[in-house]
């Protein structure tokens, strides 16, 4: 891991060095900033522009300049970028020189249209026609097609990266350009364990995806009517071309190129191409290497800068991502750890108070327990000294009779002897009207 940081920072370095030389070399003017890149380049590099030719005479060299993205790269859309145009359009008419047709001159006097004329004239409208429907046919097929590979391609997501020979064509500059967007993850002893099954089914998606991306080319070309042959069919040939190889390219090999351009522009005489169209063409070259080379090396040098930093940047957001996930559950299990551990705690301090509560009420049941058995016994004694109490006391009633007969009976003698003795004496009748006297006792 460091020392693959440090190939990156030996990277980063070096191509801040290029980026700087050539910006010091090839400065560009300061675009508006009402002005987007696009527009100002395009602006920039029109006086550079090909004019559409209107007849074509074919040179006798085969100029190639390699496009890195000439099919779409958006999602359903088309995306105009100025810098693929430009390409383009020197690919398109390279090869070719401008020399315009001569257009025949109408005749003042008008003729009237025959019968056959007027045939010749419906024959070739029904043939646009059926050359349109055929063009439309075409393009319908076309999007079928791509849309039936692309069905079959989703039907296995598996988005990692493997090595170049694994491939059916062994060709795909989008994907060496977007491998900087997404790490690789597939390491040699993930491959060696893959399934042969699911390398084979990588491989075969891999593949549609270039199908696909030939098939939007194919599109493109058949749409604008372009020449198929030399726009779109050489994508397979440029798919040759190593992406490391453009993005290292140094500033020293495209001067020997433009020197060794310039020398067989020199060294090649005007008897030997009296048409010009060698110097033309070598011109064209030059033209190429003087203006367009330096600003794609630069681009693509932001480019490498970009999607290194963006690769960084997501490595870096991945890994905070990682190590906020890892702090969130180690602060989880802490949390789990204090409170099993309270838990544990209360859980005891509970058990020990219902124990001591258990134990103070025994306590108490065997006090109480022990002071009713007193009570009872007590009780029982009480119970059994009234019981004999009463025995005893019924025993004695009898004797209590007679002795209360005997002391009434000894009442009764002194009663007796205590009264006077009674005299006779004449009773007078009372007074009537008049209360006499009461005698005394």
Known sequence: MLNRRKLIREY??????MLKKLQDEYPLPEAPPDQCRDSFLKKLFAPYDVPLPSLGIPSEGDFFIPKRQYSRLGFGSFPFNAEEKLLSDYHKYARVTAYPIKKPIKPLI?????????NKLLRLRYGSIAKAIGCFAVLCLLTDVRYRMSVVRDMWRHETNVDRNLRMFSWSIEDYLRRFNRRNENYLDNVELELKGQ??????RVDLKEIIRLVDALYDDFRIKGDICNNSLYLIRDAQVDIMELVTTTRKEEEDRQAQLAEAMQKTPRTADPGGYRHKELNKRINH?????????RYRINWAQTTMEQSLMSDELDIKA??????????????FTHFRELCYLAYDLELSD???RISETESAYETSMELV??????????????VDDLKFYREQIPMFHRKIAEVQEIFAQREEAN???VVEEPVAPPPKGKGGKKGKK
């Open 373 to 386: 058995d007193n009570e009872i016994k007590v009780t029982r004694n009480k119970l059994s000294k009234a």
């Open 354 to 356: 219902y124990k001591r």
């Open 12 to 17: 980063e370095q070096k191509r801040l060095e």
């Open 289 to 297: 290497m003087d203006f367009m080379v330096p600003i794609e090396a």
């Open 199 to 204: 390398m084979d089914c990588f491989k075969f």
């Open 419 to 421: 009264k006077p003795p």
């Open 110 to 118: 008008e003729e009237r249209l025959s019968v056959l004329d007027i």
């Open 322 to 335: 990682i190590e906020d996930e890892v702090n969130f559950y180690k602060d989880r299990a802490k949390e």
